[in-house]
């Protein structure tokens, strides 16, 4: 699948520090080692409801994680997925009586609009399940020939019918290898999102689905010796990332709503096939709420960036509202945080104009040194205060500095003055 444009990144003198990331999976702050260049996955949108600030978050977070690899002189291989049919998208077609491939194109447009609004850098691969329905239904037969799935008849009645597949869980000796969480909760998690744990027959519970036996009025794909179907959710990250990076990966990255299931099961999957880990390390963004829960398509309390942007609202606005919570943190949005935004946007702005301005290597240093630290904006922007205050106040001497502050904050944070 195409992706939108890719912005351009100005150049800055010499190389950020080596980023460090928290990792879910050991509750540490861990260095992003790569090879020869990092492999970087993070799950993509499920295209109805795009993009609410919450989707915004989460892609300008693993975008800043994007630019300090880069920064540190990292070649950076980026993956993305679309979830252009599941559950849930299916559900909202036929609630709203469109066409469900028609409503995945047009919220991917707008996706796609709403981050080259927000100067997100493009992944290299952006990849939908629909036109990786070979290489993932391969990816299930793989899981199935290593013994660590089995079958569920569609109909308990009739053995020999079509049937579902599942993954075995406990065959792999059980769940538990990103998410550190009581068994209860692992099974209300399950049911809340998009899993199946009352279903009889499951040897867990807990047993995620693999591929789903073809039903009247859904779409399916041929799955070869599965039968006609369709993927289950987690096993087409799983799928898409060995594909395009192999595991294991450098980061695993997405909201933090997706620790389980989700990153669990994926990564389970992915030991089914070679034994190994999926992903050094599982980073996830906060959750962003609005009204006190968080925000989230099926309540349907959402800011939607392309909202703002109809509003004449400044998109460097959003991203520098966005900055300035840390992304482990959960937040909630506030009118006032984008008025806070427009303003230190206006101070930037009027302080990278001026002719000179005080010396910028201490901030420049200072910059980096917050974002490679487990994606500090916080620090990085009150850095870039510091300086913009002093420019503002008393001035400077150095006709240089005004502009490697714009480069600076352009191509660490993304941010264009
Ligand atoms: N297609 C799947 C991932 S394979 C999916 O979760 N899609 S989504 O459209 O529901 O979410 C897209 C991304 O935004 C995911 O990484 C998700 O974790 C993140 N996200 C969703 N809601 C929020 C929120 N309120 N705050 C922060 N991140 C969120
Ligand atoms: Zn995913």
């Known amino acids: 699948m195409q992706a939108w444009p890719t912005p351009p990144v100005p150049d800055v003198p010499g190389l950020g520090p080596q980023p460090r990331l928290h990792d879910t999976a050991s509750g540490v702050l861990r260095p992003v080692e790569p090879g020869d260049e990092a492999r970087l996955y993070v799950c993509g949108v499920t295209p109805y409801d795009t993009t609410h600030l919450g989707h915004a978050a989460t892609y300008i977070a693993f975008d800043v994680l994007h630019r300090s690899l880069l920064d540190a002189g990292h070649d950076v291989a980026y993956v993305q997925n679309v979830t252009d049919v599941d559950e849930p998208l299916l559900e909202r077609a036929a609630r709203d009586g469109v066409d ?133 959710w987690h096993v087409e990250c799983t799928a898409i990332a060995r594909r395009y990076l192999g595991a294991p990966i450098d980061v695993q990255g997405g909201g933090s709503d997706l620790v389980f299931p989700h990153h669990e099961m994926s990564a389970l999957q992915s030991r089914a096939i070679d034994g190994g880990p999926f992903a050094r390390c599982y980073a996830h963004q906060g959750m962003v709420a609005l009204h006190g829960e968080k925000m989230s398509k099926s309540k349907g309390n959402l800011v939607r960036v392309s909202t703002l942007r109809e509003a004449g609202v400044d998109p460097m606005a959003v991203r520098l509202a966005v ?95």
């Open 100 to 232: 469900w491939t028609a409503l995945a194109t047009d919220q991917i447009a707008l996706f796609h609009a709403d981050m080259e609004a927000l100067a997100v850098i493009p992944p290299r691969h952006y990849v939908g399940v629909v036109e990786s329905m070979e290489e993932i239904a391969a990816v299930v037969r793989e899981i199935d020939a290593s013994g660590h799935a089995y079958l569920l008849p569609v109909d308990p009645n009739d053995p020999q019918g079509p049937a579902d597949v599942y993954l075995d869980t406990l065959s792999l000796g059980g769940v538990g290898e990103v998410t550190q969480a009581g068994r209860g909760e692992l099974l209300a998690l399950s049911a809340e999102r998009g899993g199946d744990p009352g279903r009889a027959g499951k040897r867990d519970p807990l047993d995620p689905l693999l591929w789903r036996a073809e039903r009247p009025g859904e779409p399916a794909w041929d799955g070869g010796s599965l039968g006609r179907g369709r993927p289950g």
């Open 323 to 417: 900055l300035a919570h840390h992304y482990r943190d959960d937040w909630e949005w506030f009118d006032s945080d984008l008025d806070a935004a427009r303003a230190r946007l206006d101070r930037w702005r009027s302080a990278v104009a001026l002719p000179a301005g005080p010396g910028a290597d201490g901030c420049v240093r200072a910059v980096r040194a917050a974002v490679a630290e487990d994606l500090g904006t916080p620090r990085a922007l009150a850095a870039v205060d510091r300086w913009v205050d002093a420019a503002l106040s008393v001035g400077g001497d150095d006709p240089q500095a005004p502009s490697l502050l714009g480069r600076l904050v352009d191509r660490v944070l993304g941010v264009r003055l």
